[in-house]
């Protein structure tokens, strides 16, 4: 017994030895790789093997492992072929099978797999299933490649963590965890048999999404439904399209919930998905997918919407900073075995918050070119149609679409509000347009050529326009010739902030420089024909220039100079530089601010004045730092002409020092220098010196007419507030008035004094205050006047000279009412008299209609006591 077991021991021993030491006497390239190599070739029609490092075994723990082998997918017929790649492949196998030189595999592990997405497709879809039974299969580390064209490992894959396959009581139970795109996913799945077919039931999630696939597979077809639901599109979209390294769909934004689903068949390598939806809150869509390959598709969906806007988180700048760079990896996505046709349809798309309908899109897919066969549709507003043609290709170095652009309709109001910020006054009945121009895309590049638009009424265009842009900075560059167009019909859009503009935050921070020029001829601006208008905008970062300004207008009006604005990194406030020159320039031209409003009756008459109650508007000069000079020697209205016009000021941390605004009109001349904030709160100092001007043409503002001759005015004011009724309440200061030969129209005061003592009644007096007073005019020969202002009042006296009297005056004027309370006296001496007489009045009312009251007593006192001195006199004088 005891020998038994010494002998049994030895056997034990030397069996297991043998089973250590054997593999490294075997040479398993001769007596395995073959037959392993033939079984994997079993697995499809479409794989052979192409070439294997070296193949190594274990008798311990049976196994053959397979290192670096080297796969070739593809039929025989087929022009191409793509390469599967195994690092290590591990095959577990009975020891007694191993013995006799016929492994037969049990367990299966592959590590490092590189596999074309294509070539699985094909392999499954030609899967021979009683070639290569095995109880396990394991797999990691490995990658599911997406690249079209089945040759490249460079793009994004679907990486494969781990994975495996069991048979549990006949039925394949999967499991496995997926990286795909930028997130994880697990997968699950079951594949047991049903008398003659095998049911499947798997699933792929992540946190936000979940995929699920189900159906029936037998005799190399499978039948099912796939579902794909989640609540977040835009993460699911982007990992998909990152998949083949293109993120394509990266414009795509919206966490929003979705829904996808479809019947799927597939038979031998025909692929059919039907009755395909797709639903979310920005886009719904039905359509059919047929393949008779993996490269050979044909494509019809149709979408009842797609809203853009929502799609991209209602974020503008999505279409710019994240904009899908299809053209950068052309070659990725489109080979030259692919064959596809495709056609779309979409009946309403919302972009820039405008719907546009019936989009229909027909493209072909074939020797690595797309063709535009037909893109029509239909833009807001009435019965404007967009056409695209033209095609994509590829060459070994770029990828580019050339095609020609037509727009042509009947609204070209709602064509430009859609594509510009641009809103009209009113539309016309017929606005018809045409728009025509070649457009060239490549990677990095846009360009529109030979641009043409022409309207009817509405003004004409040529011009083109190039982009070129990488991950670090763009160049825009271009040029537009406008036409015959009435700018007074256009609104810019309030979207468009000029105080956001001023800021220049964004000089800062662009990457990218822009050089476009612009040629305005034969157009209308502020109703004011102009000739030609011409300027270019060079922007690079930190730096903003319009310049070479020329403008020559019908009336001679003309203009040059520039605008410069440039910013520092460390810089708080851009600094800004303008120059204007003009030997004649119009006025209505320019749209200076309302800042009084005028109420009438129905009969058109002034029944009131109000101050302006908008805040300030100061167009982001408060903004800025910098100087402005402006040099117009004729600048001229319909009422005035300024001769010498000069406006020098300087800006600094909101302060706007007013070192000169000086001009001449008519006889006299300007000069005024001050100090404005321009802060929260608005404030202005200002120092003036007016001399001989036309008093019409300054109370014409205030509606007051009738009052000619020239003024001189000198003094200082102050205010603040944020608006021109702040800065008329708040107003303070001291002003000095000196005027002569003022004629005033509709009041005469020396022939009423004359008639005055002629009277014999309070009755004639009072008729004479109320009629007569007001038939001819008084020219004041001289008018001394001071005033204090305080607080929106003015208090003032006043003392003057008419041929027949001389007078003082007080008055109490508040500037926000436009309302007046004065007295006034005229003192003469009546015919015969030695001692003077007066006549006193009250003025109340509005400035513009002032009403005169008079004491009749008093007058009819003064007459009385005029005529008994006078007869005294003469009594005395007989």
Same mark, same amino acid.
């Given at each position: 017994m005891?020998?038994?077991l010494?002998y049994?021991?030895?056997?034990?021993?030397i069996?297991?030895?043998?089973?250590?030491?054997?593999?490294?006497?075997?040479?398993?390239?001769?007596?395995y790789?073959?037959?392993v190599?033939k079984?994997i070739?079993?697995?499809?029609s479409?794989?052979?093997?192409k070439?294997?490092?070296?193949?190594?075994g274990?008798?311990v723990?049976?196994?053959i492992?397979?290192?670096n082998?080297?796969v070739?997918?593809?039929?025989?017929?087929?022009d191409y072929?793509?390469t599967?790649?195994?690092?290590?492949?591990?095959l577990?196998i009975s020891?007694l099978?191993?013995?006799?030189?016929?492994p037969?595999?049990?367990?299966?592990?592959?590590?490092?797999?590189?596999?074309?997405?294509?070539?699985?497709?094909?392999?499954l879809?030609?899967?021979?299933k009683?070639?290569?039974q095995?109880g396990?299969f394991?797999?990691?580390?490995?990658?599911?490649?997406?690249?079209?064209?089945?040759?490249?490992f460079?793009?994004?894959?679907?990486y494969?963590k781990?994975?495996n396959?069991?048979?549990?009581?006949?039925?394949?139970v999967?499991?496995g965890l997926?990286d795909?795109?930028?997130?994880s996913?697990?997968?699950?799945a079951?594949?047991?048999?049903?008398?003659?077919?095998?049911r499947i039931?798997?699933s792929?999630s992540?946190e936000?999404?979940?995929v699920?696939?189900s159906?029936?597979?037998y005799?190399?077809?499978?039948d099912?439904v796939?579902?794909?639901?989640?609540s977040?599109?835009?993460?699911?979209?982007?990992?998909?399209s990152?998949t083949?390294?293109t993120?394509?769909?990266?414009?795509i934004n919206?966490?929003e919930?979705?829904s996808l689903?479809s019947?799927?068949k597939?038979?031998?390598?025909?692929?059919?998905?039907?009755?395909?939806?797709?639903?979310t809150?920005s886009?719904n869509?039905?359509?059919?997918?047929?393949?008779?390959?993996?490269s050979?598709c044909?494509i019809?969906i149709?979408?009842?919407?797609?809203?853009?806007?929502?799609?991209?988180?209602?974020n503008?700048?999505?279409?710019?900073n994240?904009?899908?760079?299809?053209?950068?990896?052309f070659?990725?996505?489109?080979s030259?075995?692919l064959?596809?046709?495709?056609?779309v349809?979409?009946?309403?798309?919302?972009?820039?918050g405008?719907?546009s309908?019936?989009?229909?899109?027909?493209?072909?897919?074939?020797?690595g070119?797309?063709?535009?066969?037909?893109?029509?549709?239909?833009?807001?507003g009435?019965n404007?149609?967009?056409?695209v043609?033209?095609n994509?290709?590829?060459?070994?170095?770029?990828?580019s679409?050339?095609?020609?652009?037509?727009i042509?309709?009947n609204?070209?109001?709602?064509?430009?509000?859609?594509?510009?910020?641009v809103?009209?006054?009113s539309?016309?009945?017929?606005?018809?347009f045409?728009l025509?121009s070649?457009?060239?895309?490549?990677?990095r590049i846009?360009?529109l050529?030979?641009?043409?638009?022409?309207?009817?009424?509405?003004?004409?265009?040529?011009?083109?326009?190039?982009?070129k842009y990488d991950?670090?900075?763009?160049f825009?560059?271009?040029?537009?010739?406008?036409?015959?167009?009435d700018?007074d019909?256009?609104?810019?859009?309030?979207?468009?902030?000029?105080?956001n503009?001023?800021r220049?935050?964004w000089l800062?921070?662009i990457?990218?420089?822009?050089k476009?020029?612009?040629?305005?001829?034969?157009?209308v601006?502020?109703?004011q024909?102009?000739?030609?208008?011409s300027?270019?905008?060079?922007?690079v970062?930190? &730096?903003? #220039?319009? /310049?070479k $300004?020329r =403008?020559?207008?019908?009336?001679? @009006?003309?203009?040059?100079g520039?605008? %410069? +604005?440039?910013?520092?990194?460390?810089?708080?406030?851009?600094?800004?530089?303008?120059?204007?020159?003009?030997? &004649?320039? #119009?006025s /209505?031209f $320019?749209? =200076?601010?309302s800042?009084l409003? @005028?109420?009438?009756?129905?009969?058109q %008459? +002034?029944?009131?004045?109000?101050?302006?109650?908008k805040?300030?508007?100061?167009?982001?000069?408060e903004?800025?730092?910098?100087d402005i000079s402006?040099?117009?020697?004729?600048?001229?209205?319909?009422?005035?002409?300024?001769?010498d016009?000069v406006?020098?000021?300087s800006?600094?941390d909101?302060l706007?020092?007013i070192n000169?605004?000086m001009?001449?009109?008519?006889?006299g001349?300007?000069?005024?220098?001050g100090?404005?904030?321009?802060?929260?709160?608005?404030?202005l100092?200002a120092v003036?010196s007016i001399?001989n001007?036309?008093?019409d043409?300054l109370?014409k503002?205030i509606n007051?007419?009738g009052i000619?001759?020239n003024?001189?005015i000198?003094?200082?004011v102050?205010t603040?507030?944020?608006?021109?009724?702040d800065?008329?309440?708040?107003?303070?200061?001291k002003?000095e008035?000196?005027?002569?030969?003022?004629?005033?129209v509709?009041?005469?005061f020396?022939k009423f004094?004359?008639?005055?003592l002629?009277?014999k009644s309070?009755?004639?007096?009072?008729?004479?205050?109320?009629?007569?007073l007001?038939?001819?005019?008084?020219?004041f020969?001289?008018?001394?006047?001071?005033?204090?202002?305080?607080?929106g009042?003015?208090?003032?006296?006043m003392q003057f000279?008419i041929?027949?009297?001389?007078?003082?005056?007080?008055?109490?004027?508040s500037?926000?009412?436009?309302?007046?309370v004065?007295?006034?006296?005229?003192?003469?001496?009546?015919?015969g008299?030695?001692?003077?007489?007066?006549?006193?009045?009250?003025?109340?009312?509005?400035?513009?209609?002032?009403?005169?009251?008079?004491?009749i007593?008093?007058?009819?006192?003064?007459?009385?006591?005029?005529?008994?001195?006078?007869?005294?006199?003469?009594?005395?004088?007989?």
């Amino acid at each position: 017994m005891m020998k038994f077991l010494v002998y049994f021991g030895s056997a034990i021993l030397i069996f297991l030895l043998f089973l250590v030491v054997s593999p490294f006497f075997i040479n398993w390239n001769s007596y395995y790789a073959s037959h392993v190599l033939k079984q994997i070739e079993n697995i499809s029609s479409d794989i052979s093997v192409k070439g294997v490092n070296n193949v190594t075994g274990s008798l311990v723990l049976p196994k053959i492992v397979v290192n670096n082998l080297h796969v070739e997918s593809g039929s025989d017929s087929s022009d191409y072929k793509s390469t599967i790649l195994i690092e290590r492949l591990e095959l577990k196998i009975s020891l007694l099978s191993l013995l006799l030189f016929s492994p037969k595999v049990y367990a299966v592990t592959v590590d490092g797999l590189s596999m074309p997405l294509g070539s699985l497709v094909d392999i499954l879809s030609s899967f021979k299933k009683g070639s290569f039974q095995i109880g396990t299969f394991n797999i990691r580390n490995s990658v599911i490649n997406t690249h079209y064209d089945r040759t490249s490992f460079s793009s994004k894959p679907i990486y494969i963590k781990e994975g495996n396959i069991k048979t549990i009581n006949d039925t394949k139970v999967i499991s496995g965890l997926l990286d795909i795109g930028k997130n994880s996913y697990t997968m699950t799945a079951d594949v047991s048999l049903d008398k003659t077919q095998y049911r499947i039931a798997g699933s792929v999630s992540s946190e936000l999404t979940k995929v699920t696939l189900s159906g029936v597979s037998y005799e190399n077809k499978f039948d099912g439904v796939i579902v794909a639901k989640g609540s977040n599109f835009a993460q699911f979209i982007n990992d998909l399209s990152e998949t083949n390294k293109t993120s394509v769909f990266s414009f795509i934004n919206s966490q929003e919930e979705f829904s996808l689903s479809s019947n799927i068949k597939l038979t031998d390598k025909r692929f059919e998905l039907t009755d395909f939806k797709v639903a979310t809150g920005s886009l719904n869509g039905l359509g059919n997918i047929t393949c008779l390959s993996y490269s050979s598709c044909n494509i019809d969906i149709d979408f009842s919407n797609i809203d853009l806007d929502y799609l991209s988180n209602n974020n503008d700048n999505n279409y710019s900073n994240k904009e899908s760079r299809t053209l950068d990896y052309f070659s990725t996505l489109i080979s030259k075995d692919l064959d596809y046709d495709v056609k779309v349809n979409v009946k309403e798309i919302k972009y820039s918050g405008q719907v546009s309908n019936n989009l229909a899109v027909d493209l072909s897919v074939s020797g690595g070119k797309i063709n535009v066969n037909k893109m029509i549709m239909m833009l807001p507003g009435n019965n404007n149609v967009l056409q695209v043609e033209g095609n994509v290709s590829s060459n070994d170095l770029v990828s580019s679409f050339s095609g020609r652009i037509k727009i042509n309709g009947n609204d070209f109001e709602s064509f430009a509000g859609w594509l510009f910020p641009v809103e009209f006054e009113s539309k016309s009945n017929n606005s018809e347009f045409s728009l025509q121009s070649d457009v060239y895309i490549a990677p990095r590049i846009f360009s529109l050529s030979n641009v043409r638009v022409l309207t009817s009424g509405l003004g004409d265009a040529k011009g083109q326009l190039k982009i070129k842009y990488d991950k670090k900075n763009s160049f825009i560059s271009g040029n537009v010739d406008l036409y015959h167009v009435d700018f007074d019909r256009y609104n810019i859009n309030t979207k468009l902030s000029i105080e956001n503009f001023m800021r220049m935050k964004w000089l800062k921070d662009i990457n990218y420089k822009v050089k476009f020029g612009t040629n305005i001829n034969d157009s209308v601006i502020n109703k004011q024909h102009v000739n030609d208008l011409s300027f270019s905008i060079d922007i690079v970062q930190g &730096k903003f #220039n319009l /310049d070479k $300004i020329r =403008f020559n207008a019908t009336d001679g @009006s003309n203009l040059e100079g520039f605008v %410069k +604005v440039s910013i520092k990194p460390q810089d708080i406030r851009p600094k800004m530089s303008v120059q204007l020159k003009s030997s &004649k320039y #119009n006025s /209505d031209f $320019i749209v =200076f601010p309302s800042l009084l409003r @005028s109420i009438v009756d129905d009969s058109q %008459k +002034v029944v009131n004045i109000k101050w302006s109650d908008k805040d300030l508007n100061f167009y982001g000069l408060e903004h800025v730092d910098g100087d402005i000079s402006i040099d117009i020697q004729d600048f001229f209205s319909q009422d005035n002409n300024l001769i010498d016009f000069v406006f020098l000021a300087s800006l600094k941390d909101s302060l706007m020092s007013i070192n000169k605004l000086m001009f001449k009109m008519d006889e006299g001349f300007v000069s005024i220098s001050g100090k404005i904030g321009m802060g929260p709160s608005s404030s202005l100092s200002a120092v003036m010196s007016i001399a001989n001007i036309g008093l019409d043409k300054l109370l014409k503002n205030i509606n007051i007419s009738g009052i000619t001759g020239n003024v001189s005015i000198s003094g200082s004011v102050q205010t603040q507030g944020k608006t021109i009724t702040d800065w008329v309440s708040f107003l303070d200061g001291k002003i000095e008035f000196v005027a002569k030969g003022v004629n005033v129209v509709g009041i005469d005061f020396n022939k009423f004094i004359v008639d005055l003592l002629e009277t014999k009644s309070k009755s004639d007096i009072a008729a004479l205050t109320q009629i007569s007073l007001y038939d001819n005019n008084t020219v004041f020969n001289f008018v001394n006047a001071g005033a204090n202002i305080k607080r929106g009042t003015v208090a003032s006296s006043m003392q003057f000279a008419i041929d027949n009297a001389g007078g003082v005056a007080s008055a109490n004027i508040s500037l926000l009412q436009f309302a007046l309370v004065s007295m006034l006296r005229l003192s003469f001496i009546p015919p015969g008299m030695s001692s003077p007489a007066h006549i006193d009045m009250s003025l109340q009312g509005q400035l513009w209609q002032p009403k005169i009251t008079f004491d009749i007593n008093n007058l009819y006192d003064m007459v009385k006591q005029s005529v008994v001195n006078v007869v005294e006199t003469e009594d005395h004088a007989e």
